[in-house]
């Protein structure tokens, strides 16, 4: 037990002192009365002492001034800190609500301690599997799981990608052993790079389908060049007649050149768009005729169609005449001889909607889903002499404009291609 301090047991004295001597003072009193102290006078006599002693105890427990704002400031202090620690709690929890990438502390036994919101999208949880409290089970990932136990053991960060089944997403994990500062637990942080992984698949197949359209006619010219040392240039009709290929080939890759180029431009918003109320049917009418002289030749009967006044749109309107020919000049050549295309024009719920519809060969399922990807051929071929970015770089025009482009379509069938522009 700690000793009284000095001030309370200058108290205690005093206080047994005082009340000592009063019940001294009675004792005397008593005697000088001469009055003689039976049994129950005497036990009144304890019971009185009794209570001058817990009395004097009473006093001395009661704290001083000093003591009583010592606590005060205490209480005050532990208050304080309890504020402090649930604004501490709020703020973490707000921080972990918003981040985009998962977080999981995990401790030694693969219990999981704390998880934010954003785990529930990247693995595709119930609310149910939301509330596992081990980390396979929550994860339900083997791979993720022995990230965790191989950075556990190691002490080190360990890092992996993979792709969740449930989620259909790629996620970075990186796993960081917290050491010292909280032995034993580990934590996980899951980024979704789906969109990186699709990014880095077009690259490749961008980079693969330059080559090739470079490939081809460069091969060609190659082999006109050495036929010419052999010996063509000596023949005029021959040498001619290979000229001509060179010339048909130099032509192609200029082509090619120029609408990479145009491309590039366009998906960096380096080209202006100069944008002036304009008549839709005009702009439609203009493609249109562009494109009637081929659809002729071809075979194909061409309509178009434009529903009486449409308004005014904001357009740049040889930008959207471009998307136009575009689509017109697809369809001219995935369409048979005696097949019909209608290229129209309607307004629906506050923009201007343009649509070719052709009766060719159809697109499938799985090409519709990247027909705008650039240097894509849904039917390489039928589709030789095309460069795979006209779809592309159609897409770019519109949403440069502010719309949505779209294709619907059934092997077989015929297909509709639409895009829309916001009326002014």
Not at 226 to 250: C, M, N, Q, W, Y
Not at 380 to 386: L, Y
Request: proline fraction near 4%; include cysteine.
């Amino acid at each position: 037990m700690a000793p009284l301090p000095a001030s309370s047991l200058r108290r205690f004295l005093a206080a047994l002192a005082l009340e000592g001597g009063l019940v001294a003072t009675i004792y005397w009193l008593i005697r000088q009365a001469a009055v003689p102290l039976d049994s129950s006078a005497g036990l009144a006599l304890i019971v009185l002492l009794v209570s001058v002693v817990l009395l004097a105890i009473a006093y001395v427990a009661r704290p001083s001034s000093n003591e009583l704002l010592r606590v005060q400031a205490l209480e005050k202090d532990l208050e304080e800190s309890r504020r402090l620690t649930s604004r501490h709690e709020a703020r973490l929890q707000a921080l972990l609500h918003h981040l985009e990438a998962g977080v999981v502390l995990v401790n030694a036994e693969g219990e999981v301690l704390v998880s934010n919101d954003a785990m529930q999208g990247l693995f595709a949880l119930s609310p149910a599997e939301a509330k596992a409290l081990s980390l396979p089970h929550f994860v339900r990932h083997y791979q993720f799981v022995e990230l965790w136990r191989t950075a556990m053991k190691g002490g080190v960060p360990q890092g992996l990608t993979a792709e969740v089944p449930q989620s259909k997403r790629y996620l970075r994990a990186t796993a960081y052993p917290l050491g010292d500062a909280l032995k034993g637990v580990t934590l996980l942080i899951f980024e979704d790079v789906t969109e990186l992984r699709r990014l880095e698949s077009i690259r490749k197949d961008f980079v693969s389908n330059v080559s090739h359209e470079l490939r081809t006619p460069l091969t060609s010219i190659k082999a006109l060049t050495e036929s010419l040392h052999a010996g063509a240039l000596d023949e005029p009709k021959t040498a001619r007649r290979f000229l001509g290929h060179i010339e048909t080939e130099v032509d192609a890759l200029s082509e090619l050149v120029s609408t990479l180029l145009e491309l590039a431009r366009i998906e960096s918003q380096q080209v202006p768009l100069e944008r002036s109320p304009s008549d839709p049917c005009e702009i439609l009418r203009r493609g249109g005729e562009r494109l009637r002289l081929q659809a002729e030749r071809a075979g194909v009967a061409l309509t178009i169609e434009c529903e009486g006044s449409l308004g005014h749109i904001m357009a740049d309107g040889p930008r959207l005449e471009q998307v136009l020919v575009n689509l017109i000049h697809n369809a001219v050549k995935f369409t048979p001889r005696d097949g019909a295309i209608k290229a129209s024009a309607r307004q629906v719920d506050g923009v201007v909607e343009y649509s070719v519809t052709d009766t060719g060969v159809g697109i499938s399922q799985d090409n519709q889903q990247r027909i705008f990807e650039r240097f894509y051929k849904a039917d390489p071929a039928r589709n030789k002499n095309g460069t795979g970015l006209g779809l592309a770089i159609a897409k770019h025009l519109v949403e440069a404009h502010d719309g949505k482009i779209g294709v619907e379509s059934r092997e077989g069938k015929g297909s509709r291609f639409f895009f829309t522009v916001p009326l002014a």
